[in-house]
């Protein structure tokens, strides 16, 4: 792809493009795209364009613009994150029946937890994560997890900071973070009160697929709530994600 006047490849152009959208900024203009990817508003409004061409973007009748279901369905075919999604969904559908809080699944993407899938009871307590929405790796549950058994140079790399405080007890500290890390591996689990919201408590656990750490499955609870049955079924639905990965290749 032909570079810019800055460097950057229309590749990278079109990323930026792309990363303006949100799980709460869903529909915006061609000129809101431009003011938030810095890109001149002549190259926004082209990139807009083409992309909406190639059903990447969508327009409507107010002219906003949003993701293209064309790009939902590239971004699907042969994915890993779907076949893990599959794989997942039962079980995470049967933990959920015992929460009756929140049940999620994780992924670690460019040092933060990407939730891939999120299950939810109409009464439950807070929770702001998002399908397909980020948080930074140090803070969730699922983070915690996903940087426990990462590999090593991205963990030395997050541990270098800085680390930003989601709530009054997101662990900020790189002494206390490490030996956090560590505990995580040693016993297979975390229980994180309060680093997401200061009400729930996030109990996590690492997903395997030929040994390796793919995901983490989690859930949210109320800040009081008794987490030992839940570490179990946890536990038990991630041995039982693993053998459907094995299975299924």
Known sequence: MANSRSGDSMTERIVRVLDTFTSERTMQTASEIARRTGLPSSTAHRIVGELIEQGLLERDEENRVRLGLRLWELALRGSSALRLRQAALPHMEHVQTLVREHTQL??????????????????????????????????????????????????????????????????????????????????????????????????????????????????????????????????DAAAAIEEDLRTSR
């Open 106 to 235: 994780a992924v670690l993407e460019h040092d933060e937890a990407l939730f891939l899938e999120r299950l939810s009871h109409p009464d439950a307590g807070a929770n702001i994560t998002r399908v397909a929405g980020r948080l930074p790796v140090h803070a969730s549950s699922s983070g915690l997890v996903l940087l426990a058994f990462a590999d090593p140079a991205l963990r030395e790399r997050v541990l270098a900071g800085p680390l930003r405080a989601v709530s009054r007890e997101t662990v900020t500290d790189a002494v206390a973070l490490r030996a956090l890390l560590i505990t995580i591996r040693r016993r297979g689990f975390v229980v994180a009160p309060g680093s997401i919201e200061q009400v729930s408590t996030g109990v996590a656990v690492p997903v395997r697929d030929r040994g390796e750490v793919v995901a983490a499955l989690s859930a949210v609870l109320p800040r009081e709530a008794p987490t030992e049955p839940v570490i179990a079924a946890l536990l």
